[in-house]
């Protein structure tokens, strides 16, 4: 091939590089342009609710008025309370959330050095699995008490059975090429287990800590609704006796900003995680 020839597909190239930048932008929309959409649907939703409760086509009284949302909002903001509630169920879900997966990933993948108790214990997890843990909460409670505790407990009951679940199954998944290289090589059951089998388990410990900071706030949430002195659960609960729907809605969207935080920072953690 001669130069002209090499230099001219190099220029077609580049043309068609370029040519195609434009319409991966049209066709993949930027994370600022999908930020704008969905304010957009969000703010377009509260302004159809206000039009419909000032028009009289929804009752007050039963779905409330963004308008008041605002206010009592603002207002949990400005005397500390919603704040205070914010952080105690905060501490609950992320303390839960943590002693819930690391514990119930070591377990997990513990179960892999030994077959037998793995066997034994398989049974128990699909038994407590189908079980729904909420179910516990009025127990923990009554053992634990009011106090954030009890919260804590609920909260890492329900992540430990996910994650350990998760990390054996991703321990059980790990290509068994290696684990007999590494056998051939004369390396013990607990190097193979240290230098495969967990860096193997990773990706499906990290998916499942990001399911479990969901589990971990219901877990704290319901927690809350049974008994409780703080926490967004209780403000919800306690609105509702008074019917103050606006109050509920104020501790329902704290809780879906506190979610989507959570969310964001395991979402972090989880990609750093699989990079590794």
Request: charged share 15%; proline share 4%.
């Amino acid at each position: 091939m001669t130069n002209v020839e090499t230099t001219g597909r190099t220029v077609a190239e580049r043309r068609g590089a370029a040519a195609a930048r434009p319409a991966a932008r049209r066709i993949l929309p930027s994370t600022g342009r999908i930020f704008i959409y969905q304010v957009l649907v969000i703010a377009g939703f509260f302004a159809l609710w206000e039009i419909a409760i000032r028009a009289g086509w929804l009752p007050v009284y039963i779905y409330g008025q963004p308008s008041g949302v605002v206010r009592e909002f603002a207002k949990g903001i400005a005397d500390g309370k919603l704040l205070v509630d914010t952080w105690v169920t905060t501490q609950e879900s992320v303390i839960g959330f943590l002693i819930g997966s690391l514990f119930g990933s070591a377990a997990g993948l513990a179960l892999w050095l030994s077959p037998t108790t793995a066997a034994v214990i398989r049974p128990i997890m699909v038994a407590l699995n189908g079980l729904p843990k909420i179910a516990l909460a009025p127990l923990i409670i009554v053992w634990f008490g009011i106090g954030i505790e009890s919260k804590i407990a609920v909260a890492a009951i329900i992540t430990f059975i996910v994650a350990m679940i998760a990390s054996y199954a991703g321990s059980q998944e790990v290509d068994n090429d290696y684990v007999r290289m590494l056998k051939a090589l004369g390396a013990t059951r607990f190097q193979i287990f240290r230098m495969v089998i967990v860096p193997g388990s990773v990706p499906w410990i990290a998916s499942a800590f990001r399911l479990n900071i969901g589990f971990a706030m219901i877990g704290a949430v319901v927690g809350e609704y049974i008994s409780a002195e703080q926490g967004l659960g209780q403000h919800i609960y306690y609105a509702g006796t008074l019917y103050n729907l606006n109050g509920v809605w104020a501790g329902i969207f704290a809780l879906m900003i506190l979610a989507l935080v959570l969310d964001w920072c395991v979402g972090r953690a989880e990609r750093l995680l699989k990079w590794r």
